[in-house]
């Protein structure tokens, strides 16, 4: 039996949650500073297993700054300030249009996180709504919380994060697990999505939308997949990760059949002089031929091993199943040594290494863990999966009052996706709805339905506009509008209107393309008489309906 479960984030647009810093990036670096961060007990009085992880790597954490785009609040160095009402705003009709039973009084929570993402080593975090649906998915929660920092680059030693993005506010919605399949997971992904972009109040680009995916199997264990943020990914995320947990509760039983587990002993043994550096190995007897097994896309067991010895900050290691002539090893010195199946790892952490991976490789069960979301559709380990020990009231915060926008966010929910998707279907095919509920541009939609035609609106608004960007032209909402509204007043045709938008954006006249006037063209119609010839001599000066029009009203 399969169970899938979603986390979906969408970042709001409009200032930070606990501040009123921009929820814009910017690359300028004003300054730095650095922490040691360290887990907390949660409101049960236990640490978290996820914290205790992070905290044994013992990084410094190094946080760049704008004074622009972030304050002392993300500097960890100011008390939060009232919530964003905006955003409280949103998220609540969002809730409300999936007929979740709000909280009345909703408490800010500290979760605890410490991998260096959030400064003061929690993330703040509000619940609003549970045990809602939409389109008979069960929605089991609505939280509203802060974007974490975004990381620039990470060593051995040390991590470094950007602070521009932390704080802003971030819409999470978890499903129940019972969704079945990869497909229907992307599916859900998407219908949920649709809903977010139709309030015209998220942000848009790359990382500001992403999935966590919750998936487990019977005999197997429940693992976070995180980083989802390529919606036509999300099958194979979900269906190799199914595919990887049978694979390896299939070498388990192998495992045990061979009485492997019974058999391991950490005795870590040095093979500096096989390999020419620093190096040491533990044996694994009973894993032959096991290692090298794939359980998923250009991973094997052995990379299960190797990510836990990453965690001590090797660059991996090496094992039986290899050809080890590739990196340059004397096998015949190794054979001295060594009697059973083995990993090797270099370098001056190799015993602390190794020590991870050999606590992986007796693991005679699949871990409940956190994975990163690969590229090519594998996943790889990042930590264990926390658990209710992360979470802890916020001190400094009041409950939130969300009498105070409820009316608004019910005006919102009443002109939100369900009434626009009608909206759409009635005004457009259906291929041309769905687009359009997912455009960025679905606010000007709105804004001009009533006045120009919804069909020539849609695919401008869809397909010309993309179609200019791919030619390094982007133009900016007021320049849009500038364009439709030439079109609306007749200024230009309708085949004009996207010449018009790149000469606005570009800053040129527009003589070139300005619409023929209908005594003009009457004149010219008369004079030449054919349709084809007319639109090759003035191009998108004229409207060809208006010509046709003309010709069969000459005497």
Known sequence: MVKIGLEIHQRVKGHKLFCNCPGVQDDKIDGIFKRFLYPTFSEHGKIDIAAIFEKNKNKIYTYQYNHKT???????????????????????SIAIQ?????????IVMRKIVIDGSNTSGFQRTVLLGVDGHINNIPIQTLCLEEESAGIVNENDNEKTYRIDRLGIPLIEIATAPIIKSGKEAKEIALEIGKMLRATNQMARGIGTIRQDLNVSIENGARVEIKGAQELNMIEKWVDN???????????IEELKKRNAYEQLTFKPIDVSECVGKPAYAVELPGFEGLLGKEVSPNRRFGSELADYARKAGVKG???????LSKYGIDISCIKKKLNNAFMIVFGKNAIKALELAFQRAKMDYIPEETRKALPNGSTSFMRPISSSARMYPETDLDFVDINSVLEKSEEMAKKGYFYKKELLYKLLNKEMAERMILCKYLNIFEKMYKTIDPKILSTFLCDHIRYLKRKDIHPNEKQILEALNLFKNNYITKKALPIALELIVKGERLDSIKKIEKDELIKIVREIKDIKEIMKRYGVRVDAKEVKEILSNLP
């Open 98 to 106: 999936m007929n979740m039973r709000l909280i009345d009084k909703p």
């Open 70 to 92: 972030s304050c002392l609040v993300e500097m960890d160095e100011e008390p939060p300030h009232e919530i964003n009402k905006h955003a409280l705003t949103v998220a609540l």
């Open 241 to 251: 990760e199914i595919k990887r947990q049978k694979i390896l509760l299939d070498i």
């Open 317 to 323: 290691l090496i094992h039986s199943d290899e050809d």
